[in-house]
């Protein structure tokens, strides 16, 4: 079995893997969610933004809930932590879901306007709110949490869901949101065509280039907020005990991995660059070309934030000698183990199983297809 310490590395990795595997897979049915409203004119033309993701969206769901599930179970204190802190936020994500399932089921079984209307706005809802809602929570995690331990480990958050919604993280909702619409503008671009593409298109180069503007704007703000440094000696082996370290806030602290690795400069790059060149390949109506370089800016993105606060992964703004970390909030040295090497084993069947379903549903969703499938269509 490999060493505790590059356990807790790979666990670090697997964890980001999983949220971008996330953000791109799940991510740009949320998108297409977010356009739809905007995209379609007419029911039928609904109906074909529908039928663009409705197919494979709930397979999709996999990479959110294994990211939920690798986050529970590879770091035990950062879930309890999270959702006790980010509670009101987290039930805001699920009520705004539960829209999905009804609304991609249900919306056209009525022959009723005002009916269809409503679920198209509660698609609406569940696509956009859950990306806007997690970029405020990685907005806030970047600045710190205001949470504790007593001497049984327990946290208490001592913050409200109103101290969430600060500037700079409704800042980061933005960029959040608009890469979920820029991914999911590309993605319907590729899958449809004549004036619903037109219109796809415009959405998700308008959505590329407020991302990358609130992109560099966050980055140039994160470096006057302070960031989080330990200052003690850190026993990679050790087991879990966040108390165990000192921690100061100092300036410019998140940029110090920067600093020391120069090459990390290459994820914020990738960020603005693959959503400029996301743009780019739609205009010229490169769609998939287009498609790919939105998702390099997704992991441009992410990967930034990750890089950015590592090895940090909830930071204490109250308390901050109890903020989490890769060393000292993870499971166990077998548990982790077992969970690799399951990971080694399904990972790849997921892979499989996603590639293939996309290359059976490959080809343009067109409105002569919906006529011609009235009651079978979504």
């Keep these: 079995m490999l060493d505790y310490p590059t356990l807790k590395i790979i666990w670090w990795l697997l964890v980001g893997v999983l949220l971008i595997g996330f953000a791109i897979m799940d991510g740009h049915d949320m998108g297409v969610g ?23 969206w709930d397979g999709n ?35 705004a879901l ?21 679920w198209d706005w509660g698609l609406f809802v569940g696509g956009a709110v859950p990306p806007l809602i997690f970029g405020v929570a990685f907005g806030n995690l970047l600045q710190g949490v205001p949470f504790s331990f007593d001497d049984y480990m327990v946290s208490t958050y001592t913050g409200s869901f109103w101290q969430l919604l600060n500037p700079f993280a409704l800042l980061t909702g933005v960029v959040s949101t608009a890469m979920i619409t820029m991914h999911g503008g590309a993605y319907l671009a590729h899958r449809t065509e004549g004036v619903i593409q037109s219109r796809a298109i415009k959405g998700a180069v308008g959505a590329a280039l407020i991302m990358a503007l609130a992109f560099v704007g966050a980055g140039v703000w994160l470096q006057g907020i302070d960031g989080y440094k330990i200052t003690s000696a850190i026993d990679m082996n ?35 660059v693959g959503a400029l060149l996301a743009a780019g390949l739609l205009l010229a109506r490169r769609t998939l070309s287009a498609f790919v370089a939105s998702a390099l800016a997704i992991v441009g993105v992410i990967g930034t934030a990750g890089a950015s606060m590592f090895p940090f992964i909830m930071p204490s703004s109250s308390t901050p000698n109890a903020s989490l970390t890769v060393w000292d909030s993870v499971s ?26 996309y290359r059976v549903m490959r080809g343009k969703v067109t409105v002569a297809q919906i006529q011609a499938n009235e009651h079978t269509a979504y």
């Design 61 to 95: 769901q996999v990479w959110f809930i294994t990211g939920g599930g690798a986050i529970f179970a590879a770091w035990p204190l950062v879930y309890a932590t999270a959702f006790s802190g980010f509670y009101w936020a987290m039930l805001a994500v699920l009520w």
């Design 238 to 272: 050790a087991l879990p005990d966040p108390l165990n370290k000192t921690v100061v806030r100092e300036a410019g602290a998140w940029m110090a991995n920067y600093a020391r690795e120069p090459l990390m400069w290459a994820l914020p790059a990738l960020g603005v």
């Design 332 to 357: 166990s040295h077998l548990t982790l183990g077992i969970m690799f090497w399951a990971t080694l084993i399904f990972m790849p069947l997921i892979l499989v199983y996603t590639s293939w379903a």
């Design 34 to 56: 977010t356009l739809l409203p905007f995209v379609g004119k007419s029911d039928l033309e609904r109906r074909v933004v529908i039928n663009t993701v409705g197919p494979h």
């Design 98 to 118: 539960f829209f999905r399932p009804v609304g991609f089921d249900y919306r056209s079984k009525v022959h009723n306007a005002t009916w269809r209307s409503t």
